[in-house]
């Protein structure tokens, strides 16, 4: 209830008080989502507080990022039918999910041929 709550004030926050426009919005939740990435794999902070910062954070970001989709042109939107905008949406989310797949892939193999040399040794 807290991260939903929080994250959809923030997304509200972003577009009605300060007056950013739908996709200005999406970039400063999208910024600090990698922001709490690069802590995650650059720092020594505690793992489960970023998790829950960066989820927190999906709200906002999803929730601007949609409008910015939908919206009309004169309220800063592209005016994507719901198809289009969901269309669009699975089609980054695929994209990311074979990036992270190939990347995890490449890792495989590089623990393979360590393993496969530490046994030589």
């Known amino acids: 209830m807290f991260s939903n ?13 300060l007056g950013l426009s739908y996709l200005h919005g999406a970039m400063v939740t999208g ?7 690069l802590l995650h794999y650059f720092t020594k902070l505690n793992q489960i507080l970023l998790f829950w910062i960066a989820f927190i954070f999906t709200r906002p970001f999803g929730a601007t990022f949609g409008d910015f989709l ?19 949406s699975l089609v980054l989310m695929t994209i990311m999910i074979a990036i992270a797949h190939k990347r995890r892939l490449r890792q495989a193999d590089l623990l393979s041929i360590l393993d496969y040399y530490h046994l030589k040794c």
């Open 31 to 37: 910024s600090i989502i990698i922001l709490v990435v």
């Open 70 to 88: 939908t919206k009309p042109f004169t309220k800063g939107g592209l005016e994507l039918s719901t198809l289009y905008a969901s269309s669009c």
């Open 5 to 17: 709550s929080l994250g959809t004030a923030f997304g509200d926050f972003l577009s009605d008080n």
